[in-house]
């Protein structure tokens, strides 16, 4: 099975940018679908965006539609998420999370495995 490791994260003001990694051992990336979820505290995990196995499909939710861009590099074995434009609301949590289904999910009980998490904090 496929271990995921994220980093990036950090404290960066309103309106700054952040670029979170997403490290795969274990199996090669290109078996999986992937996707960032975030937590905040208090408030229930939710689905940030995916990315195909090869890349060709991506879905954002709408809160970061334009702001935020997710990306893989099969190669390297990493998944990226580039933020701009943060705002205090995207301060979480967020995980990176894998899945070997054919169909493109963005309902978190569709994945399989789930990294520790990297912490975001926006300051406002």
């Known amino acids: 099975q496929v271990q995921l490791v994220e980093s990036g994260g950090g404290l960066v003001q309103a309106g700054g940018s952040l670029r979170l990694s997403c490290d795969a051992s274990?199996?090669?990336?290109?078996?999986?679908?992937i996707a960032w979820f975030r937590q905040a505290p208090g408030k229930e995990r939710e689905f940030v965006a995916c990315?195909?196995?090869?890349?060709?499909?991506?879905k954002y939710d709408d809160s970061v539609k334009d702001r935020f861009t997710i990306s893989r590099d099969n190669v390297k074995n990493t998944v990226y998420l580039e933020m701009n434009v943060l705002k205090a609301e995207d301060t979480a949590v967020y995980f990176c999370?894998?899945?070997?289904?054919?169909?493109?999910?963005?309902?978190?009980?569709?994945?399989?495995?789930w990294g520790q998490g990297t912490q975001v904090t926006v300051s406002s």
């Open positions: 990315i195909s196995r090869l890349g060709s499909r991506k």
């Open positions: 274990g199996r090669p990336l290109s078996s999986y679908n």
């Open positions: 999370t894998a899945d070997t289904a054919v169909s493109l999910s963005v309902g978190a009980s569709a994945y399989d495995y």
